[in-house]
Nanobody
Framework: VQLVESGGGTAQPGSSLTLSCVAS????????IGWFRQVPGKAREGVSC????????AYADSVKGRFTVSRDKNQHTVYLQMNSLKPEDKAGYYC??????????????????????WGQGTQVTDSS
C-alpha cells in the first residue's frame, strides 16, 4: 500500500484546509485510515480515524467539532476537512493504513501502533 498526502499549506487562524490521502497499490485492502500529526520534538498525535468499510469515524478531543474525516471508496481517497484552524494545529500531517485489520474500533484507530503503512506527510503551517 502506498499513501500520498496532499493539501497542506499555510493557513490563517480561523481558516480551513482540506487534506487528501490517496491509497494505491496491488491488492489494495485495508480496514482503516488514520490521520496523525507531529510537531518536531513531540510525539505523533492521533487526529482522526475512519473505518474504510462502514465509514465510522473517531476524532481526538483537540479537533472534535472542527475536523471532519470522510472517504471516497471508489477513489481510495480519504479527506480531512480542517475548519477553524488554530495555531496549535500547525504540524506535519500523516495518513496511515491498517492492512492488517488491527483497528477493531475507530477509537483504537487513534493509536499509531495499529498501522503498518504510512505516507510521507504534508505540512500545515499558520501565517500568524
Amino acid at each position: 500500500v502506498q499513501l500520498v498526502e496532499s493539501g497542506g499549506g499555510t493557513a490563517q487562524p480561523g481558516s480551513s484546509l482540506t487534506l487528501s490521502c490517496v491509497a494505491s497499490g496491488d491488492g489494495l485492502v485495508y480496514l482503516a485510515i488514520g490521520w496523525f500529526r507531529q510537531v518536531p520534538g513531540k510525539a505523533r498525535e492521533g487526529v482522526s480515524c475512519i473505518n474504510a468499510i462502514d465509514g465510522s469515524t473517531a476524532y481526538a478531543d483537540s479537533v472534535k467539532g472542527r475536523f471532519t474525516v470522510s472517504r471516497d471508496k471508489n477513489q481510495h481517497t480519504v479527506y480531512l476537512q480542517m475548519n477553524s484552524l488554530k495555531p496549535e494545529d500547525k504540524a506535519g500531517y500523516y495518513c496511515a493504513a491498517d492492512s492488517g485489520y488491527k483497528v477493531i474500533t475507530v477509537i483504537a484507530g487513534l493509536q499509531e501502533r495499529f498501522y503498518n503503512y504510512w505516507g510521507q506527510g504534508t505540512q500545515v503551517t499558520d501565517s500568524s
